[in-house]
């Protein structure tokens, strides 16, 4: 669908001026409105996981750990694929207002792609470089958005995510080097065409939605609090977009229809993408692994 078939439909959860913003920005960011409930809800469930991962010394397919990682102070980056670690996460994904937001986004029927709970423990370990997310990706459109909901209040010393305005109408650049291998960043060449002091500081308190599309660039910062930040993040597509490599990170209810009906025919949006690796063969990390070389 196109963002003006999508706009046909009535709102559901955000403004029909917050869905033109998303629109025209390639993001947009919603104080609260994820409830309390589900908030302590997902707080609980990322509480026992982080529990859980002190008896682990090195990543697994569920964690992957920090440098830093002890028993004693768990240094958790990401919990993958969190719609298979607990079916609380998948309800959050297909029964909440998470769905109807995604709706909003890409139209009233939705496709589930992937999710991941990401930590950004204070220091500087978990620095996310600047990139899009299609390129690791690809579908046959850029209807794919990233949804987040910060489990606790992030301010601007928390590394919120930084977004730059109008990116996703851009270029989308290569994340990888001359010799295929995956870097998940864009080059210092590329990035010095893009308006990076623009970028945009989505923060907010606990429940605070923030959406991405997949072109958009964006990163985030050190956390400079004494606090972590545990940011919830899920990708749906309108149903008529169709991913045409395998996922990074596969999870049980990807390409599930959450809302609405299976498309009958594929979008295909002309604009070009690059070839990601065969992450079916060569297997993905996370970001951070990618980002920092391993
Ligand atoms: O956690 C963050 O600050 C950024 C997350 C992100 O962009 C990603 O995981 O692709």
Redesign the pocket.
């Known amino acids: 669908m196109t963002p003006e078939d999508i706009l046909q439909h009535p709102p559901i959860a955000l403004s029909q001026a917050q869905r033109e913003s998303y629109f025209e920005n390639g993001f947009v960011a919603v104080d609260g409105l994820v409830p309390a409930e589900w908030v302590q809800r997902l707080t609980a469930r990322s509480e026992a996981f982080l529990e859980e991962s002190r008896s682990l010394t090195q990543s697994n397919e569920a964690f992957d750990l920090g440098p830093d990682h002890s028993a004693d102070d768990p240094r958790v980056r ?1 919990l993958r694929a969190t719609v298979d670690r607990h079916p609380e996460f998948w309800e959050f994904a297909c029964n909440s207002v998470f769905t109807d937001v995604a709706a909003d986004l890409v139209g009233p029927d939705v496709k589930f792609h992937s999710a ?1 709970l ?1 930590y ?1 423990w204070p220091g500087a370990g ?1 620095i ?1 470089h600047w ?1 899009q ?1 299609i390129p690791a990706w690809p579908h046959t459109n850029y209807s794919p958005v ?1 949804l ?1 909901v910060y489990l606790d209040t992030v301010d601007p010393e928390h ?3 930084l977004c730059v305005p109008g990116s996703h109408e851009g270029p989308l650049f290569r994340h990888d080097n001359e010799d295929g291998s995956w870097r998940g960043i864009i080059a210092d060449d590329d990035l010095d065409t893009v308006d990076l002091e623009s970028a945009a500081a989505l923060t907010g308190g606990p429940g605070t939605v923030v959406a ?1 599309n997949c072109r958009t660039i ?3 910062h050190a956390n400079r609090s004494d606090s972590v ?1 545990p ?1 919830l ?1 899920y990708v749906y597509s309108s149903a008529d977009a169709f991913a045409w490599m395998p996922p990074p990170t596969p999870t049980h209810h990807t390409g599930d229809i959450v809302r609405g009906n299976p498309a009958r025919t594929a979008h295909l949006d002309p604009r070009p993408c690059p070839v990601p690796p065969n992450w079916a063969e060569q297997g993905y990390g ?2 951070f692994t990618a980002q920092q070389g391993g």
Do not use: C, F, Q, W
Request: positive net charge.
């Open positions: 990401r991941k990401n950004k978990e996310v990139h997310d990233t987040g590394g919120p995510l991405i964006h990163g985030s930040r940011l993040l996370s970001i």
